[in-house]
């Protein structure tokens, strides 16, 4: 398949699936979800079509944009198509419809999409809400097909001083394994402005919150180039307890003028932040984290920085409000 073909798809099947992996999975665990959709021309096959491609397209939020086979972007392609031809047979009262439910076994809960709110669609699950003169039906006038902003796939691609996280939030990501906790409940402005130039180059990772994507990873690195569209290339590495290397490459956009704000993606058009909070002034260690206070990544152009090196890097991430006592060190080289 093209790579046009798949970042099209990509794009298409992230406007379509406004469910998270966690809210997919529990969706599925239901006995509502089992019940519905065709089962063969006998009714006796195990579970429906859309139950299986519900399976399908959870497996693939989990995958975070990684290792994606062909056989996924065809189940995208599918989904896409269902979710399209199916809004368009939308029913008088659709909120606890079979029409509501079978779109929720393919990841699209028509709700979000009505309401643009997900706690309406989560009172809606209840019984009798959503009955005729509800707040929810008076709003619900419309279900054409076209993004669904911040309810769409979740936009999670995180860079770490290198990996992704899809958590794609692919809302990119939402990772299903359970989160880090918090290490700060609130993150500050990066302190400096940072040139690119300057910040170009390879980063060696020296501690991190540790997180399901980068489960028993050493010697990460980072490294960042220029492109000639004025882009940043992004080319992450890790080393396993096996000893084999896992790659991912992706993207990076600069959307602050101070140049300490990036967005990257390693997957279609799916972007997380990258900010950088703080550096040292001769870019020889800089601080990475984003909003949630869920990710912070420690990085320094030595692979093994003196002590005094690190226990700067500690503390300062300290004085930024982190919890540095879940910071997971990275062995190097």
Not at 158 to 170: M, N, S, W, Y
Not at 236 to 241: F, L, T
Request: charged share 25%.
């Amino acid at each position: 398949m093209k790579a046009i073909d798949r970042t099209r798809i990509a794009r298409e099947f992230g406007e379509a699936v406004n469910m998270t992996a966690e809210e997919l999975r529990d969706w599925l665990a239901s006995d509502m979800s089992r019940a519905v959709g065709w089962k063969g021309a006998d009714g006796s096959r195990p579970e429906s079509v859309g139950y299986a491609s519900g399976r399908h397209i959870l497996s693939i939020l989990l995958k975070c944009g990684r290792n994606l086979a062909d056989e996924d972007f065809v189940q995208m392609r599918r989904t896409v198509g269902f979710i399209r031809r199916h809004l368009a047979q939308e029913p008088v009262n659709p909120v606890t419809s079979r029409w509501r439910y079978s779109l929720m076994n393919w990841g699209h809960d028509p709700l979000k999409a009505a309401t643009g709110h997900e706690d309406d669609a989560d009172q809606a699950r209840q019984p009798g809400y959503g009955a005729a003169g509800s707040p929810l039906s008076r709003r619900m006038i419309t279900m054409s097909f076209q993004p669904t902003g911040k309810h769409g796939l979740r936009r999670m691609m995180v860079a770490i001083g290198g990996l992704c996280l899809v958590a794609i939030t692919l809302s990119a990501c939402s990772v299903l394994s359970s989160k880090h906790p918090v290490g700060n409940p609130s993150v500050p402005e990066p302190a400096k402005m940072v040139d690119v130039d300057r910040y170009l180059g390879r980063w060696h990772e020296i501690a991190r919150y540790d997180q399901s994507f980068q489960k028993r990873c050493e010697a990460v690195t980072a490294d960042y180039s220029l492109r000639a569209d004025g882009g940043i290339d992004v080319v992450n590495r890790c080393r396993k307890p096996d000893g084999t290397l896992s790659q991912a490459r992706g993207r990076a956009k600069i959307v602050s003028q101070s140049g300490a704000k990036l967005k990257v993606s390693f997957f279609g058009p799916f972007y997380g932040d990258y900010w950088v909070l703080d550096r040292a002034e001769d870019y020889s260690w800089s601080i990475v984290g984003e909003p949630s206070g869920r990710y912070l990544w420690l990085l320094a152009r030595d692979a093994t920085p003196a002590a005094p090196v690190v226990q700067k890097l500690v503390g300062r991430a300290q004085s930024l409000g982190y919890d540095t006592s879940l910071l997971r060190y990275t062995r190097q080289p």
